[in-house]
DNA sequence: TCTCTGACTACAA
DNA sequence: ATTGTAGCCAGAG
C-alpha cells in the first residue's frame, strides 16, 4: 500500500464516523488493516488541507484515552478540534491546562473491523449505554 | 545507512 | 491520577 492509499483509506474510515462519535487513531488504523500504523494516522490527518471534498471530520479522530491530541499548547488546532466537537453535540472537558478530553464511554465510536476471512457483513457498533 | 521525531498505545512503577 | 519506558513504523535530515 502506498502512502497516498493509505491516506486515502484513513480518509475514508474518518468519514465513516457518524456526527457526534469519536474514535481513536488506533482504531482507524485497526479499520484499514494497519493497527501499527495508529501514529502514521494522525500524520495523515495533519496532511489534510481545510478544504477537502468531500471534508473530513478530522475532529472525531482523537486519543485512545480519549484525550485530544493536537500539537503543543501554542497550537490552534486543538481549540477548533474542540469547538467543531461541541458543534456536533460532542461533550469535551477541559482542564486548567487546556488539556481537553472526551468521555469515550458516552462517545466513543469503535465498530468491528473488517475481517477478510469473514463472509457475513456485520454492520454492528456496540451501543454503550451512559451510566453516571 | 543512521538517527530522531511524531495529531500513538500499552504497560509498569 | 501521573510519569517513565518500550514497541511501533514511516518520513525527514
Do not use: C
Amino acid at each position: 500500500m502506498d502512502s497516498g492509499e493509505f491516506h486515502a483509506a484513513v480518509y475514508e474510515k474518518v468519514r465513516e464516523i457518524p456526527p457526534g462519535r469519536v474514535t481513536s487513531y488506533g482504531h482507524i488504523a485497526k479499520l484499514i488493516g494497519m493497527p501499527r500504523h495508529s501514529r502514521h494516522v494522525g500524520q495523515a490527518l495533519k496532511f489534510l488541507s481545510p478544504q477537502t471534498n468531500p471534508p473530513v471530520p478530522w475532529q472525531r479522530v482523537i486519543g485512545a484515552s480519549g484525550a485530544v491530541s493536537s500539537r503543543g499548547p501554542g497550537t490552534d488546532g486543538a481549540q477548533r478540534q474542540r469547538d467543531a466537537l461541541e458543534a456536533e453535540g460532542v461533550e469535551v472537558t477541559t482542564g486548567r491546562t487546556g488539556e481537553m478530553r472526551v468521555d469515550l464511554a458516552q462517545y466513543g465510536w469503535f465498530p468491528a473491523p473488517a475481517p477478510a476471512a469473514a463472509r457475513g457483513d456485520e454492520e454492528d457498533e456496540e451501543e454503550e449505554d451512559q451510566a453516571e
